[in-house]
């Protein structure tokens, strides 16, 4: 009976040791939308990062670049990590070739990760003011956050389909 107790004893504990607490959750959905992103910059021929579909609507590198400035504003605002980027630096960047804008964006969502690490799952509940206008919750900025990249990441479907190229499959899990 003692042992059967301490082997309850040390599963529980090592179910407790592995448990993934809300800010582990957000950090392995951030990971799977750069790998994702990523997957959208590769897919997309080099000579194409111009393209626009309309003459009014950004280039392909324009609304990754617009993404990736979201994600340092956004980011900053909810955890208080101070942005390395200005807001709007990215978009405005003189290089907007393939491989500038695939390090520009990595580099952004490297910092989305990075920034939410240093929270703590309590902090997530902790009102923020969201460019000076908007009062929310750390953890949902972070939501809102998420949701921008997701849909502008979406936007560039079309970008891919007229350069001819095939969008990568939906990364859900």
């Known amino acids: 009976m003692k042992t059967l107790a301490t082997l309850c004893l040390l599963f529980g504990i090592s179910i407790f040791a592995h448990a ?24 997309m021929p080099a000579d194409q990062y111009k393209l626009k579909p309309t003459p009014e609507m950004r280039t392909f590198a324009q609304q990754m670049l617009h993404l ?16 390395p980027v200005n807001m709007g630096a990215s978009e405005k960047s003189e290089d907007q070739s393939k491989e500038s804008v695939i390090k520009q964006v990595t580099a952004g969502y490297d910092f989305v990760i990075s920034s939410i690490k240093t929270l ?28 921008h990249q997701t849909h502008h990441r979406g936007q560039t479907t079309v970008y891919l389909r007229l350069a001819g190229t095939t969008p990568p499959n939906e990364k859900l899990f």
Request: hydrophobic share 40%; with cysteine; aromatic share 12%.
């Open 68 to 83: 990736t400035d979201a994600n340092y504003g956004f980011v900053s605002a909810a955890t208080g990590v101070e942005s």
């Open 120 to 147: 703590t799952p309590s902090q997530l509940d902790e009102m923020t003011q969201l460019f000076g206008q908007f009062e929310m919750s750390k953890g949902a900025a972070i939501a809102k956050c998420f949701e």
């Open 20 to 43: 993934q607490t809300p800010v582990d959750n957000l950090v392995k959905d951030w990971e799977r939308a750069r790998a994702y992103t990523l997957e959208f910059l590769e897919a």
